[in-house]
């Protein structure tokens, strides 16, 4: 198995080299404006494919001892950094947050966009095909950001409650939207 870049289009491409692939990282690492150091695998994605558990966007967080202290299914940078506050107060060794198996739907399709877009159109159509409208979602999530950037980007998750409370809500504004169109339409 290869590892290739996460959205290639028109605009970015496969990478073909190691230096093409570090290049774009170390853009990646000025854009984002990530503090931290960040590994680069090789073109064959050996540590992708070691430790990533066939996640497309994995987060390892090495402790100073070369020990895995965190692992995120999904990059969360709100948990990311929670994980690393706890590491730094270990003195750099031991857990840091453990295992994040959460998805982060929300903070995905709020905060998402900008890496299928630095991919170029082709990019995000073909992210929208094969992740059911994904693009689309991260599209309207991106332009959606002041307004739920709060709630999906919060360094710390909302209660149980206001969770539930919120899901309940949207499906039924949802439901409400489906019955007046419906009404319209027929």
């Known amino acids: 198995m290869f590892i290739h870049q996460a959205h290639p289009g028109e605009a970015r491409h496969h990478y073909s080299t190691f230096d093409e692939k570090l290049a774009e990282a170390q853009e990646y690492k000025e854009l984002e404006q990530l503090p931290w150091p960040v590994l680069v695998d090789d073109l064959a994605g050996t540590m992708h494919l070691a430790y990533s ?51 982060h739907l929300l903070a995905s399709f709020v905060d998402g966009y900008r890496g299928p877009r630095r991919g170029g159109r082709r990019a995000v159509l073909e992210y929208d095909l094969g992740a059911g409208g994904a693009g689309t979602l991260s599209f309207l999530g991106n332009k959606a950001k002041r307004l739920l950037g709060p709630l999906a980007l919060r360094s710390t998750p909302l209660p149980m409650q206001t969770r539930l409370a919120l899901g309940l809500g949207s499906a039924a504004f949802l439901l ?3 019955s007046v169109v419906a009404v319209v339409i027929g």
């Open 53 to 103: 558990r066939g996640m497309a966007d994995p987060t390892f967080l090495i402790d100073a001892e070369g020990q895995v202290a965190f692992y995120g299914m999904w990059t969360h940078g709100p948990t990311l950094q929670r994980a690393i506050a706890e590491l730094v107060d270990n003195g750099g060794r031991g857990h840091a947050g453990g295992l994040d198996r959460t998805p």
């Open 176 to 178: 409400l939207v489906v």
